[in-house]
C-alpha cells in the first residue's frame, strides 16, 4: 500500500516535467506517459516498435529505461503496472522506482512482472542507445557509440553523423565517423564511381570487423571497378588480421602453456624429485579449487579480494592433506614404486568420492574477480583475456618462487641432498623423513594454489583432479624428471604446439598428435628434454 | 532449528534404506539404474531422486494393483559395461518390474542387448540422437525431431541465421545429431562453406582457439549461430569463453541442446544472457501441474534451491505413463504393460498432453528458451502444437524409409517401408 501510495504522489509531483538536458546527465521524465504503460502490455514480437516510439517520445530522458532495459533489471508492479527497477542479485534483490530511483523497501518479488527482453530487442536497444550517446561526454563512450552503429548505418543515422564529423574534438571518435561515413559511401549506389572507390581506399586500413563485412558485401557489387577495389582492400585487411591472427594464437599457446606449468610444477617436486608416482596429484589441485569456492562463500561481500586470502589458504589445505597422505602412506611405501601408485591412486578415488560426498556431485561456483574477468583490447581483431593474462603471469611467478626457495633455502638444499643420495645425506644428520614431509607438503601446497588459478578457468567439480593428471604427467616427462626448467620449457613447447596444430586438426586429433610426439622423443630421448647428469642422474 | 532437520533428515534416510529390504516379497519392484558416482553423478543422481520421489508420491495414493512399489537403487557408477551388469543383476537377482535409468546414449547401448535378453522394461528419460526403437524400451526424452530440428528452425525463421557452427563433444549423440541437421541444413540450401563442424573431447576445457575461430567463422557479414551438443561439463568453460572474447548472444547466438537449469546452477551465468536452449520442459513454465511438482521436489529434496530440469520431467510422465499401464493391464507382465503403453495419455508440466506413440517414442510440445541472469530460462518461443517423436531421421539416407511400430501387423523397431520387410535386427 506504502509503495503504491509513494508512486502516486511521484507521478503527481513530476506531470508537470522538464525536458531532460542531456549535459548534467540528470534525466527528468513523465512517469505517467501512456507509452510506458504499453511496455507492460505488449507482446514481445511488438516491442521493438515500442522501443522506437519511446525513443522519438523521451530521447535521452529514457536512457536509464533503455539500460534497466537491456540489463534484464525493468520489472513493473502487477497492481498498478507502473515502472519499478530491480537492484542486486540472487537473494538479497530489492526495487527502486523507475526514474526517480525511490526505494520500495516494501515491494516483495511475487508482486512484480519483468519486462522480458530477447536477443532482437537487446539490439534494437543497443542501437537506440548507441543513437542517444552519439553525443555524450565521454570521448571512449562515442567512440563505442560509433562502432556500434556500423552495422547499422542508414541514411538517418549518417545525417547525423555528418553533423557530428564537423563538430568532434577527439581524433579517435573523429576517425571512427569518418570510417562510418566512408562505409556508407562506399555502398552507396547513388554515389559516383570515383566517390565510391575513395571511399574504398580510405577502408583499406581499418580492421573494424564491420567495415570487413561490407567490403565481403561489395565484392558482388554490379560495379565492377567498385567490386575489384573492394577485393584488393580486403586481401590487405585480411593479410594484417592473418598476422594478428598469429598474434593471438601465440597468446592461446602460451595461456595453455601457464595452465600446464601450474599443474605440474607441483609434481615436478613430488615426482621429479622425491621420485614419487602420486596419482593423487590432480586431487590436491581439486582440493586447492574448493578451497577457493569455500572462501568465497565465506566473504561473499568482498570476491575481489577472496583471491589472495584463497592462495594461501589452498598452499595450507593441499599441503597439510600432502602431508598427511606422505605420513600415513608414502613413507610406508618407500621404494616399492608399484605400491605406490596404486595406493595413491586409491586416494585420489577416495579423495573424490569425498568431496562429493561433502559438497554434492554438482560442479560449484566459483566467481571472478571483476579486476579478472573482460579483455585487454589491443586493436578491433586482438584483444587479450584478462583471466589468461593474470594466470600466464601468476603461473611464472609461482614458478620463479619455488626456483628461487630450492636454490638458495636451507630447505632447498636438503631437498636435494636427499633426493640425490639420501644415506650420505642421512649421515650428514639431515632428518631425511622430515624434508620427505616437508617436500610432498610442497609440492601438494603448489598444486593446491594451482586449483586457485584453474578454479577461474574450469568446473570447480570432483572430476577437477583428472583432466590434469595426465597432462602433468606428460609434462614431467617430456620436460626431464627431476629438471625444473625441462618442466617450464616442455609446458610451454606442448601449450604452443597444440595451439598451433589445433586449428588444422581440430582439438581431438591435436591432443592425439601431441601424445605420439611425445611417444616418438621417449623412443629417442628416454630421460626426456633436459636430461640430470652427472651423479644425479644414477 | 538446522540440527534438527538436518538429524530428521539422517534419521529418515536411515530408516528408508532399512526399511527397503525389509519389505515383504508382496512389492512391485523399480528398479533405478542411474550414475551415483563417477562424472555422471552430477546429472543421474538428480534422476534416481525423482524415481524415488515418484515412488513414495505413488505409496502414498496407496501403491499399484493393491501392492506398494518398492525402488531397487544400484549404482553403475557411470561405468558403460557396469550398466549391462547391473541391468542383469536388476532383472534376475532383484526381479524388478520396471527399471528407469541411463543418461548418455554409450551407456543405454550397453544395457540393451541384456534388457532385450531378459525381456526386461526399460524407461529413458533423457534427450537423444534417436536411430533406435527397442521393444523393452520406452523413449520419453526427445529425439533429434522434438529439440534440434525445431531449434534449427527458429534460428533460421526468428533471427535469420545464415552461416552454422555445429559444435560438439566428440561422441555418438553429437555425431548423429550433427549428421542429421548438416543433411536437414543441406536440405534447405545451405552451402557446404557455410556449415563448420567442429568436435571437441569430454571435458575440454580450454576454448581460446576454437571460440577465437568461431568468432572469425561469424565475421563473414552474415548472421551466424552455434548449434552446441557440448556435453555437460564442458560448457562451462565454453560460455566464460565467449563471455571473455566478447560476443554476446545478439552477435553470435548459441542454441544448446544439453544445458538446463541443473547445469546452469552451478555456473555463474552473466555471461551467458541471452544464449539459447531447446527443450520440451523450463521450470519457469508457468502452469499448475508445474508449481505442483517443484513444490513437491523442493520438498523432497529439503532444498528450497534445488531446480528441476527437462529429464526429470520425462521421468515423471515416464512413470506416471507406467503406474497407468500397469492399473489398465491389471498385472506387471512385461508383455502386457508394453501393449498397454502405446496410446496411455498423461498431462506435461507445461501445459497439453503427452502421448505414448506406436514407435515408443512420445508426442510433446518443444520450447526454446532464453538464459536469464536467475539461471531460469525464458520462453522465447515453441511449436503450436505437439511433435512426435521420430526413432528413425527423415533427412539421413540409411533411415529415411524406416519406421518403428510396436502394434500389430507390423510388430518391428526397423521396419523398411519400402522392402516391406523387418530387418530382424533386435533394436
Known amino acids: ?538 | 532449528m538446522k540440527i534438527k532437520t538436518l538429524a530428521s533428515a539422517i534419521a529418515l534416510s536411515g530408516a528408508t534404506l532399512i526399511a527397503l529390504p525389509s519389505m515383504a516379497a508382496d512389492t512391485i519392484k523399480v528398479g533405478v539404474l542411474h550414475s551415483l558416482s563417477g562424472t555422471m553423478a552430477i546429472s543421474e543422481t538428480t534422476l534416481k531422486d525423482t524415481v524415488l520421489m515418484m515412488v513414495e508420491e505413488q505409496n502414498k495414493k496407496g501403491g499399484l494393483l493393491g501392492k506398494k512399489l518398492e525402488a531397487v537403487v544400484v549404482d553403475p557408477a557411470s561405468n558403460w559395461p557396469l550398466f549391462a551388469e547391473k541391468t542383469r543383476e536388476l532383472l534376475t537377482e532383484e526381479e524388478v518390474d520396471v527399471i528407469f535409468g541411463c543418461w548418455t546414449s554409450v551407456s543405454r547401448k550397453s544395457v540393451l542387448p541384456v534388457i532385450e535378453e531378459l525381456n526386461g522394461l526399460m524407461f529413458y528419460p533423457v534427450q537423444y540422437e534417436g536411430e533406435e526403437s527397442s521393444k523393452n524400451v520406452f523413449y520419453t526424452g526427445a529425439a533429434p525431431n522434438q529439440q534440434a530440428i525445431p531449434a534449427v528452425n527458429y534460428l533460421k525463421d526468428e533471427l535469420g541465421v545464415e552461416r552454422w557452427v555445429l559444435a560438439g563433444t566428440d561422441y555418438v549423440y553429437p555425431r548423429t545429431t550433427n549428421k542429421i541437421l548438416e543433411a536437414y541444413l543441406k536440405d534447405m540450401g545451405v552451402a557446404e562453406e557455410d556449415i563448420m563442424i567442429n568436435y571437441t573431447p569430454f571435458g575440454h576445457s580450454d576454448w581460446q582457439s576454437i571460440v577465437s575461430d568461431i568468432n572469425k567463422f561469424g565475421s563473414a557479414g552474415k548472421k551466424t549461430a552455434v548449434v552446441s551438443t557440448i556435453n555437460g561439463d564442458a560448457n562451462v568453460p565454453f560460455y566464460k569463453e565467449l563471455g571473455n572474447q566478447g560476443i554476446s548472444s545478439e552477435d553470435i547466438p548459441v542454441v544448446a541442446f544439453s544445458v538446463g537449469e541443473e547445469e546452469l546452477s552451478g555456473l555463474d551465468t552473466t555471461p551467458l544472457v541471452g544464449h539459447l536452449a531447446a527443450w520440451n520442459y523450463f521450470q519457469s513454465v508457468e502452469t499448475e501441474e508445474n508449481e505442483e511438482f517443484i513444490t513437491q521436489w523442493k520438498a523432497f529434496t529439503k532444498n528450497p534451491d534445488r531446480v528441476t530440469n527437462d529429464p526429470m520431467e520425462a521421468t515423471f510422465i515416464g512413470f506416471n505413463m507406467w503406474a497407468n499401464a500397469v492399473k489398465d493391464a491389471g498385472t506387471t507382465d512385461v508383455d502386457a504393460v508394453e501393449q498397454a503403453m502405446i496410446g496411455q495419455e498423461t498431462p506435461n508440466l507445461t501445459g497439453g498432453v503427452a502421448v505414448m506413440n506406436k514407435n515408443h517414442h512420445l508426442s510433446k510440445p518443444v520450447l526454446i528458451g532464453e538464459i536469464q541472469d536467475d539461471g531460469q530460462f525464458e520462453t522465447v518461443w515453441e511449436t503450436d502444437g505437439v511433435v512426435a517423436g521420430d526413432a528413425w531421421s527423415d533427412f539421413l539416407p540409411g533411415s529415411k524409409d524406416l519406421i518403428a511400430d510396436w502394434t500389430d501387423p507390423v510388430k518391428c523397431g526397423n521396419y523398411n517401408t519400402e522392402t516391406k520387410a523387418c530387418s530382424g535386427q533386435n533394436y
Open chain 1, 1 to 538: 500500500m506504502n509503495a503504491i501510495l509513494t508512486l502516486c504522489l511521484l507521478i503527481g509531483a513530476l506531470l508537470p516535467f522538464s525536458v531532460a538536458h542531456a549535459a548534467t546527465g540528470e534525466a527528468t521524465v513523465q512517469s505517467g506517459s501512456p507509452m510506458l504503460l504499453e511496455l507492460t502490455k505488449t507482446k514481445l514480437s511488438k516491442m521493438p516498435a515500442v522501443v522506437e516510439k519511446l525513443e522519438a517520445e523521451g530521447g535521452d530522458a529514457y536512457l536509464p529505461l533503455f539500460r534497466t532495459w537491456l540489463a534484464g533489471n525493468l520489472y513493473y508492479v502487477k497492481s498498478n503496472r507502473s515502472l519499478v527497477e530491480k537492484m542486486g542479485s540472487g537473494k538479497q534483490v530489492t526495487f527502486q522506482a523507475m526514474f526517480s530511483g525511490d526505494p520500495m523497501p516494501d515491494l516483495k518479488k511475487k508482486q512484480v512482472k519483468k519486462v522480458k527482453v530477447n536477443n532482437k530487442l537487446r539490439g534494437k536497444l543497443r542501437s537506440v542507445i548507441a543513437r542517444i550517446q552519439l553525443t555524450s561526454e565521454d570521448s571512449s563512450v562515442r567512440e563505442a557509440a560509433v562502432r556500434e552503429l556500423l552495422a547499422k548505418l542508414d541514411k538517418n543515422v549518417i545525417g547525423i553523423l555528418e553533423g557530428l564529423h564537423v563538430k568532434e574534438q577527439n581524433l579517435d571518435v573523429k576517425a571512427m565517423i569518418a570510417t562510418a561515413l566512408s562505409l556508407y559511401a562506399a555502398s552507396d549506389k547513388s554515389n559516383s564511381q570515383s566517390v565510391r572507390l575513395s571511399a574504398i581506399e580510405d577502408l583499406s586500413d581499418s580492421l573494424e570487423n564491420d567495415v570487413r563485412n561490407g567490403l565481403t558485401k561489395l565484392t558482388n557489387d554490379s560495379n565492377k571497378a567498385v567490386a575489384a577495389a573492394a577485393d584488393e582492400a580486403l586481401v590487405s585487411i585480411n593479410q594484417r588480421v592473418e598476422r594478428y591472427a598469429l598474434v593471438d594464437q601465440l597468446f592461446f599457446g602460451l595461456s595453455l602453456g601457464s595452465v600446464l606449468l601450474l599443474a605440474s610444477i607441483g609434481l615436478a617436486i613430488t615426482f621429479g624429485v622425491m621420485g614419487v608416482i602420486n596419482m593423487a596429484h590432480g586431487e590436491m589441485i581439486m582440493l586447492g579449487a574448493y578451497t577457493t569456492y569455500v572462501v568465497q562463500l565465506m566473504m561473499p561481500n568482498h570476491i575481489d579480494y577472496s583471491i589472495w586470502v584463497a592462495i594461501p589458504a589452498a598452499f595450507l589445505v593441499s599441503g597439510l592433506m600432502g602431508v598427511l597422505i606422505e605420513r600415513l602412506v608414502i613413507c610406508r611405501l618407500h621404494g616399492r614404486p608399484l605400491e605406490t601408485l596404486l595406493a595413491t591412486f586409491g586416494i585420489s578415488l577416495i579423495l573424490q568420492q569425498l568431496v562429493r560426498t561433502i559438497f554434492s556431485p554438482l560442479n560449484r561456483q566459483v566467481s571472478t574477480p571483476t579486476w579478472m574477468s573482460g579483455s585487454l583490447e589491443i586493436n578491433p581483431v586482438l584483444s587479450l583475456t584478462l583471466n589468461r593474462l593474470y594466470i600466464l603471469a601468476f603461473a611464472l611467478l609461482v614458478f620463479m618462487a619455488l626456483v628461487l626457495l630450492l636454490k638458495k633455502s636451507s630447505l632447498g638444499l636438503n631437498v636435494r641432498a636427499v633426493s640425490q643420495n639420501r644415506n650420505m645425506a642421512k649421515a650428514m644428520g639431515v632428518k631425511t623423513e622430515w624434508v620427505d614431509a616437508m617436500t610432498f607438503g610442497l609440492g601438494s601446497g603448489i598444486a593446491g594454489i594451482a586449483g586457485v588459478a584453474l578454479s577461474q578457468l574450469t568446473n570447480v567439480g570432483p572430476n577437477l583432479g583428472q583432466s590434469y593428471i595426465i597432462d602433468s604427467f606428460m609434462v614431467v616427462v617430456f620436460g626431464g624428471v627431476g629438471n625444473l626448467m625441462g618442466t617450464l620449457v616442455a609446458a610451454f613447447t606442448l601449450g604452443i604446439a597444440n595451439k598451433f596444430l589445433e586449428p588444422t586438426t581440430g582439438a581431438v586429433l591435436a591432443a592425439i598428435l601431441v601424445l605420439v610426439f611425445i611417444i616418438l622423443f621417449i623412443q629417442k630421448r628416454p630421460k626426456g628434454l633436459f636430461p640430470q647428469k652427472g651423479r644425479a642422474a644414477e
